[in-house]
T-cell receptor, first 116, second 114 residues
C-alpha cells in the first residue's frame, strides 16, 4: 500500500515570499502520478499541479513548480511570489497508473498561511 | 460543464437517522470516487466505481455505509443508521479513463450527526 507523508502541519510566510511544501511517499510501484491539491476555506479541492513519474522534467504551472526526486521519493511544491489567495490547506496525493484509474492516496496536508 | 455536483452542501441529522448524499459526476467521466475528510484521519477513499460498477469498497468503514451508482450520471452514499462519529465532509470526485485524466472534485457535503 502507498503512503504519503507531509511533515509540515503548518507554515506561515510573508506575501511575495517563496515557500516550499514538502511531501514524501512510499511505494513499490514504478509508474504513478503525483498531485498537489489546494483546499481553501471554501473546502473546494482544486488541482494545483500534476507530475508523471516517468517524466524527469519537473512540472510547472505559473507560480507553482515541483521538485520531483524519484529515487528519494520526494515531491515538494514551490510557490513563488506568494499571494494572500494562496492561503489554504495543501495536500499531496499519489495514484498508481498501471491501468484505469485508482483512488488517490492523500497526505495529511499542510496549512499554508500567507501574511500581508 | 458544471463540474461534479454534490447535494446537499450541508446536512444536520440526529443519531440513528438515515442520511443520503448525492453526486452527479462530469458527463463522460467513467470513474466516480467517494472520499471522507476528517481532522483525525484526513482524506480517505471510501469506494469507487468504474462504468457504474463498484471496483473497490475496502474503505467503507462498516455495514452502515452503502453506495450505489444506478446510472452514469448519479451516485448515492447512504448511512443507516447514522452516528456522531460519521460527522465529516464527504467528497465525490470523477475521472475520465486513466489516472492521467485527472480527478475533479465536487464541493463536498458537510455532515453533522447530533
Amino acid at each position: 500500500a502507498q503512503t504519503v507523508t507531509q511533515s509540515q502541519p503548518e507554515m506561515s510566510v510573508q506575501e511575495a515570499e517563496t515557500v516550499t511544501l514538502s511531501c514524501t511517499y512510499d511505494t513499490s510501484e514504478n509508474n504513478y502520478y503525483l498531485f498537489w491539491y489546494k483546499q481553501p476555506p471554501s473546502r473546494q479541492m482544486i488541482l494545483v499541479i500534476r507530475q508523471e513519474a516517468y517524466k524527469q522534467q519537473n512540472a510547472t504551472e505559473n507560480r507553482f513548480s515541483v521538485n520531483f526526486q524519484k529515487a528519494a521519493k520526494s515531491f515538494s511544491l514551490k510557490i513563488s511570489d506568494s499571494q494572500l489567495g494562496d492561503t489554504a490547506m495543501y495536500f499531496c496525493a499519489f495514484v498508481y497508473s498501471g491501468g484505469g484509474a485508482d483512488g488517490l492516496t492523500f497526505g495529511k496536508g499542510t496549512h499554508l498561511i500567507i501574511q500581508p | 460543464d458544471a463540474g461534479v455536483i454534490q447535494s446537499p452542501r450541508h446536512e444536520v441529522t440526529e443519531m440513528g437517522q438515515e442520511v443520503t448524499l448525492r453526486c452527479k459526476p462530469i458527463s463522460g467521466h467513467d470513474y466516480l470516487f467517494w472520499y471522507r475528510q476528517t481532522m483525525m484521519r484526513g482524506l480517505e477513499l471510501l469506494i469507487y466505481f468504474n462504468n457504474n460498477v463498484p471496483i473497490d469498497d475496502s474503505g467503507m468503514p462498516e455495514d452502515r455505509f452503502s453506495a450505489k451508482m444506478p446510472n452514469a450520471s448519479f451516485s448515492t452514499l447512504k448511512i443507516q443508521p447514522s452516528e456522531p462519529r460519521d460527522s465529516a465532509v464527504y467528497f465525490c470526485a470523477s475521472s475520465l479513463g486513466t489516472a492521467s485524466g485527472g480527478y475533479t472534485f465536487g464541493s463536498g457535503t458537510r455532515l453533522t450527526v447530533v
